[in-house]
């Protein structure tokens, strides 16, 4: 299949964020709620939207519980890093003329302070972020936004990301998925259009 748009999730599937944002919420969780989680029990909430992260991990004050985690995570930003092999294959998708975007659950303010993906905001015809749409992913408001905005056909859209609220968001909204196995650990476990080791593997596609 010849897709005329690509769209990425960002954390888990563009940067390497696991580290950054689960060692930021163990800290918020110990400084709000006094207890003490491991990184293997705060990995399920890698990776969906941070304010049902805060809700489902029982927060008192969930909006403060949010920004002190943002806040925790801005300090540990430098620990992030694009996956091996990201940037060159954005590089040639853009110069094979794909039109690309991005559909994160991420705010915009946290997507554009971020010095990576600064770098290749220009790579990106459509940016979907959390306050754009109704409904965060899994809905498929997000996708439908991306739709609506570049005009594509679904039926030439790709959605790459690396969880199942990814996967949930690309289906609803009638676009093909594929599964970023090198940011995630279950991949396997979730139904794809592809399962995709290594960035470059998109080029095949």
Known sequence: MNYTHIVFDVDGTLLDTE???????????????????????????????????????????????AAI???HFQSLVHMAEPF????????????????????TSRNRAELESDHHMALWMHLFTATICAEDTPAPKPAPDPMLAFLSRTGADRAKVLFVGDTSYDQQCAYAAGTAFAFALWGTRN???????????????????
């Open 19 to 65: 580290k950054t944002g689960l060692v930021s919420l163990q800290w918020t969780i110990r400084q709000e709620l006094g207890k003490e989680m491991t990184l293997e029990e705060l990995y399920p909430y890698f990776g969906i939207p941070s304010w049902e992260a805060v809700l489902q991990l029982g927060f008192r004050d969930p909006s403060k519980a």
């Open 187 to 205: 991949g396997k476990n979730i139904p794809a259009t592809y399962y995709l080791r290594h960035p470059k593997d998109i080029l095949g596609l």
């Open 84 to 103: 091996e092999g990201i940037e060159e294959t954005l590089q040639i998708l853009h110069k094979k003329g794909v039109v690309m975007g991005v559909v």
């Open 69 to 71: 985690w943002e806040h």
